[in-house]
């Protein structure tokens, strides 16, 4: 009879969890999603939605019609803009909506020097 003698077992890996995995995962995540909320509102004054409502283009003229909401104390300034066919800015417009209300409908006309064939309501801020 022969007795053999096991050989000796080897020395564990260590165990790469999956938890180091997870938490970066998680970082990566909130980090896009922090990216993506301010790549969405890049550009906005916060507290304040101007919203191009109609645009009727006559020749020499385009009245346009917006609306604004902002906070009730605040005098907020908004360029209208008009565009020919090739989308060349040919009339430009800084209109004002006054303190004392929280939300405003405004109408202005800006005379052009063409036939205006659209509307655009550009940078609106805190006066």
Do not use: W
């Amino acid at each position: 009879m022969t007795t053999s003698v096991s050989e000796p077992a080897a020395p564990a890996e260590p165990k790469r969890g999956r938890l180091g995995l997870v938490i970066i995962g998680i970082v990566c995540a909130v980090a896009a999603g922090g990216f993506g909320f301010i790549a969405a509102h890049v550009g906005q004054t916060p507290g304040i939605d101007a919203q191009l409502i109609t645009y009727d283009a006559r020749p020499g003229s385009i009245e346009v019609n917006f609306s604004i909401a902002k906070p009730k104390g605040d005098v907020v300034r908004c360029t209208l803009a008009a565009f020919d066919e090739n989308m060349t800015t040919i009339a430009k417009k800084d209109v004002t909506a006054p303190a004392g209300t929280s939300k405003a409908g405004l109408s202005e006309t800006l005379p052009t020097p063409g036939r205006a064939t659209s509307a655009q309501l550009q940078d609106c801020r805190k006066a």
